[in-house]
């Protein structure tokens, strides 16, 4: 049976199971399995694939009358380990669906900033991911409730240079996705474009939402383990202490680093470095020897300053030194990003009910206590 295969990088997918390209620099022989439209995962119907990243698959799936989205690890054991461990934090930080509350059904909560989980089965279970066996191979996923919008990564191919206000709100946006990681002493340690999916508001404003947690990297892991993780980073996006096997020097601040290379991609209307159709070997080596990728040729965004702000955010040595320090930064320009989701018609008709009952106590209350006055 063919398995279908997809190249992460030249973004070619291919169902007899061989990739082949005419660039020798491709890396479409090294492409991920990848599930097609139709396949069975337990009782999850595959319906369409997402993206792919270094170490999981992204799809949309049905269960039942349900619409889900599945990731599923690739089968190595890095990347199994990282699924598991995802699973663990977004349940630590209160990432899991659940039941709306009242208060919340009549104020609905702003555009999501990170992805919730999901049961990984149909029938109740503590587990916060699922294992099964597929074709024979063991596999590790998770269920998720799926966010609207499109990856970040296309957007940027739509829309290469982005209005420099988007740009700096999405950058704030995602610097406050990985506040959970900030406040565990964690770092993401490979965020890149098609990590975060974006959906336009009805006035056209992006609102993204983060799609992976990444390595959760807390300085714990020896050398060994550091070099385990190297080759499922995108070194166009990574911070060069990564690559560098440097564990103690490595922390928030490789985050600034990738943040700040996304919201470079985003004003100057290309990636700082690039990252298709090169193997990881020639981007390491275009990143070590030219580390600061060219200036950003935006002449209003000088004056206020953004431009050494972003050149900061990329500094091999001089950088912010986590994602908070660079919102703030932008935050003293652009200020805070525009409100979220709109109150619903019928919501903003009941508190409008409630604020008119609420002003009819009031005047009768003031009636009473004015009567009271009088006949005294």
Not at 331 to 355: I, N
């Amino acid at each position: 049976m063919n398995v279908a295969r997809f190249c992460e990088r030249c973004k070619r997918l291919t169902t007899d199971g061989n990739l082949w390209c005419q660039d020798r620099d491709c890396p479409a022989e090294q492409g991920y399995p990848v599930l097609a439209y139709g396949d069975y995962l337990g009782d999850l119907k595959i319906t369409k694939l997402i993206t792919v990243w270094r170490t999981a698959a992204l799809y949309e799936a049905q269960r039942g009358k349900q619409t889900v989205w599945l990731k599923l690890a690739h089968a190595d054991p890095e990347s199994e380990d990282r699924l598991k461990r995802e699973a663990a934090f977004l349940k630590a930080v209160g990432g899991v669906a659940g039941k709306p509350s009242i208060v919340r059904s009549l104020r609905p909560d702003p555009y999501p900033v990170h992805l919730k989980l999901l049961p990984p089965y149909p029938t109740p279970s503590k587990r916060l991911h699922g294992e099964i066996s597929l074709r024979g191979e063991p596999k590790v996923f998770t269920v998720l409730q799926p966010v609207h919008g499109s990856l970040l990564s296309d957007r940027l191919l739509e829309t290469p240079q982005v209005w420099h206000y988007e740009a700096a709100w999405v950058t704030v946006t995602l610097a406050r996705a990985l506040r959970p990681l900030a406040s565990h002493n964690m770092a993401h340690l490979s965020l890149t474009p098609n990590m975060v999916m974006v959906e336009a508001d009805a006035e056209g404003h992006w609102h993204p939402t983060l799609l992976d947690f990444g390595w959760l990297w807390d300085g714990s892991g020896d050398g060994a383990y550091l070099a385990g993780l190297i080759p499922h980073c995108a070194p166009a996006y990574t911070a060069p202490e990564v690559f560098a096997g440097r564990g103690a020097a490595i922390g928030a601040a490789a985050d600034t680093y990738s943040l700040g290379l996304i919201l470079y991609e985003m004003l100057a209307g290309r990636p700082a470095f690039e990252p298709y159709l090169k193997r990881d070997d020639q981007v390491r080596r275009v990143v070590a020897q030219n580390p600061s990728p060219p200036p950003i040729d935006r002449p209003e965004l000088e004056a206020s300053g953004v431009v050494k702000m972003v050149a900061k955010a990329i500094s091999p040595t001089d950088r912010y030194p986590n994602v908070q320090q660079l919102a703030k930064a932008l935050g003293s320009v652009y200020g805070s990003p525009p409100e979220a989701r709109p109150l619903p018609m019928a919501t903003k008709v009941l508190l409008a009910v409630a604020g008119v009952s609420l002003l009819c106590i009031v005047l009768f209350v003031a009636y009473l206590f004015l009567q009271v006055l009088l006949n005294r």
